[in-house]
T-cell receptor, first 114, second 107 residues
């Protein structure tokens, strides 16, 4: 158990819909990262928050948005969903604002868009 | 950002030592080198991190030459359960995982 909790574990929804994925970081970790991993593909970095502020942005689509709340949990919002958005979405957390430290990943949310 | 290059795949047999090399020619002075392991449908897991020379933990060793332009992750006596993708990350702000090295351990 990494200490990072992601909910829900599985999500099935229709095209055009909007979903929210939730991530609770490890206790004390201020940094949260979101990644997308499609079937047999690499990890695509989406966005990072550190202590409530957006710190880095990767290949995040305009249809996607995220935020980190005062209690440090984070939510990734995906809207106008397309079939190609089906993927595993991982959240990671670390104590420092850098992945170049020991980061801990959650078990992921598997999103299926039908 | 330091770009990394790793072999796409490697095969090994149980009980062998496996060495996976990562090239990072543009590594900056204050960059650390971090390795992660990922099993199918699971989030990556931190394996080891180093700055120079050699680092060893209960899972692996990391060898970094003096010029730091490459690093080698060494897995001693691999087992079938070491079959996974291994990623090398370099740089304070490098959050982008490359394609990694897919290691297959055969019986």
């Amino acid at each position: 158990d990494s200490g990072v909790t992601q909910t829900p574990k599985h999500l099935i929804t229709a095209t055009g819909q909007r979903v929210t994925l939730r991530c609770s970081p490890r206790s004390g970790d201020l940094s949260v990262y979101w990644y997308q991993q499609s079937l047999d593909q690499g990890l695509q970095f989406l966005i990072q928050y550190y202590n409530g502020e957006e710190r880095a942005k990767g290949n995040i689509l305009e249809r996607f948005s995220a935020q980190q709340f005062p209690d440090l949990h984070s939510e990734l919002n995906l809207s106008s969903l397309e079939l190609g958005d089906s993927a595993l979405y991982f959240c990671a957390s670390s104590s420092l604002p850098s992945m170049n430290t020991e980061a801990f990943f959650g078990q992921g949310t598997r999103l299926t868009v039908v | 950002l330091a770009k990394t290059t790793q072999p796409i795949s490697m095969d090994s047999y149980e009980g062998q030592e496996v060495n996976i090399t990562c090239s990072h020619n543009n590594i900056a002075t204050n960059d650390y080198i971090t390795w992660y392991q990922q099993f199918p449908s699971q989030g990556p897991r931190f394996i080891i991190q180093g700055y120079k020379t050699k680092v060893t933990n209960e899972v692996a060793s990391l060898f970094i030459p003096a010029d730091r332009k490459s690093s080698t992750l060494s897995l001693p006596r691999v087992s079938l359960s070491d079959t996974a993708v291994y990623y090398c990350l370099v740089g304070i702000n490098d959050m982008r995982f490359g394609a990694g090295t897919r290691l297959t351990v055969k019986p």
